[in-house]
């Protein structure tokens, strides 16, 4: 065993001298402030590889220089604050073509797991699934918010005079939500946060967040390597059967108005080229990722300015109660009638971003 251990810890170090320093900064990057390695490791190891974190520990440079750089294996990653500077990466993606997990992080986690989606495409591949998505996301039925919604409320009434940890409650609802309107299934995570289904999701997040082995290759290593990617593919049998159901469900009639059934109503369409059940499952994936942890938060930062600024709060209510009247379950006019609450929460992405880090690689 202990020399099993020192195995490990030499080729660790092999790794890291040979992927980061014998590697060559840029020479457009070399004047730009480095996140050493060193660094990277004692934030994983910490837990303080957040948005947040990166920047006080940076704050200096990203106060004067709006960007730092930092080094994921033999990549050069760049962490933006200066908006101008992101705004001119964003618009030009010819020079910036967006990360590609395969390219980038290959035969990883991330790479089984989302594969090439919407997000992660580039070019025509992009414009094919950016085409057939939009199709799909105009028509999202407000319904199935609605019923997870009032769960939600349901289950806070219960709670009596004992405090409510509003952050993991709003994990726990944006779940639910995802798993109907994504794809017509029921998590559970409000009413039972420990079954199968939501431990396995939650896994797979925590490996694809786990900033110690995107910084270090260290499932190069057989055993890690095979432990990780077995949950990756212990959640691709569930989204695959998820894919499967709703092939049978669809032939036979049914509809629920999901996304997943609409992706593959706007692929029927003779004028789009059809994902295949993979390319669902990718986009399935990223769907999930995109809208749980940054839907979650958004809405834990609302209650918290919320009950902070009550005058907003009664305000907010107030007009609430005169658009819906007795009825909670709004329309879609409803919805755009809500002028205030919809400033509100425009304010609140403004103060607390929930997508909070963007970078790019040389």
């Known amino acids: 065993m202990a020399l099993l251990v020192i195995l490990t810890i030499v080729f660790i170090l092999y790794l890291i001298y040979n992927f980061y320093l014998n590697s060559k900064i840029p020479n457009g990057l070399k004047d730009i402030h480095t996140i050493t390695l060193i660094e990277n490791i004692k934030n994983a190891i910490m837990d303080n590889s957040s948005a947040d974190k990166f920047y006080l520990s940076s704050k200096e440079y990203f106060d004067n220089d709006g960007i730092t750089k930092f080094q994921i294996r033999d990549k050069w990653m760049c962490l933006l604050s200066d908006p101008v500077i992101a705004k001119d990466i964003f618009l030009r993606t010819d020079i910036f073509p967006k990360l590609l997990f395969d390219e980038f992080l290959p035969d990883s986690v991330p790479a089984h797991h989302f594969g090439v989606n919407i997000v992660h495409s580039n070019g025509d591949i992009w414009k094919r699934a950016r085409h057939i998505c939009n199709l799909a996301f105009k028509v999202l039925p407000i319904h199935l918010f609605v019923d997870v919604g009032f769960k939600l409320m349901n289950i806070m009434e219960t709670i009596d005079n004992k405090p409510i940890d509003v952050v993991d409650l709003m994990h726990r609802f944006t779940l639910d939500v995802l798993g109907k309107t994504v794809f017509d299934f029921d998590f559970n995570n409000l009413g039972d946060p420990k079954n199968i289904y939501v431990t396995t999701y939650k896994e797979v997040q925590d490996e694809v967040n786990n900033f110690l082995f995107q910084i270090l290759p260290l499932d190069l290593i057989p055993y890690f390597k095979n432990r990780r990617l077995g949950k ?120 607390y971003p929930p997508v909070s880090i963007n970078f790019f690689y040389k």
Do not use: W
Request: hydrophobic content about 40%; charged content about 25%; glycine content about 4%.
């Open 232 to 351: 990756v593919k212990k959640l691709q049998k569930l989204f695959d059967d998820f894919i499967k159901n709703k092939h049978k469900s669809m032939a036979a009639g049914n509809s629920n108005g999901d996304l997943l059934e609409l992706m593959i109503k706007a692929c029927d369409d003779p004028n789009n080229e059809a994902f295949n059940d993979i390319e669902l499952r990718y986009n399935l994936a990223i769907f999930m990722v995109a809208g749980h942890d940054t839907t979650a938060n958004a809405l834990a930062t609302i209650f918290y300015l919320l009950a902070v600024h009550k005058n907003v709060q009664q305000k907010a209510r107030e007009e609430i109660l005169s658009v819906l009247g007795s009825d909670l379950t709004p329309s879609t006019e409803q919805h755009k009638a809500l002028k205030y609450l919809n400033m509100i929460i425009n304010e609140n992405l403004r103060l």
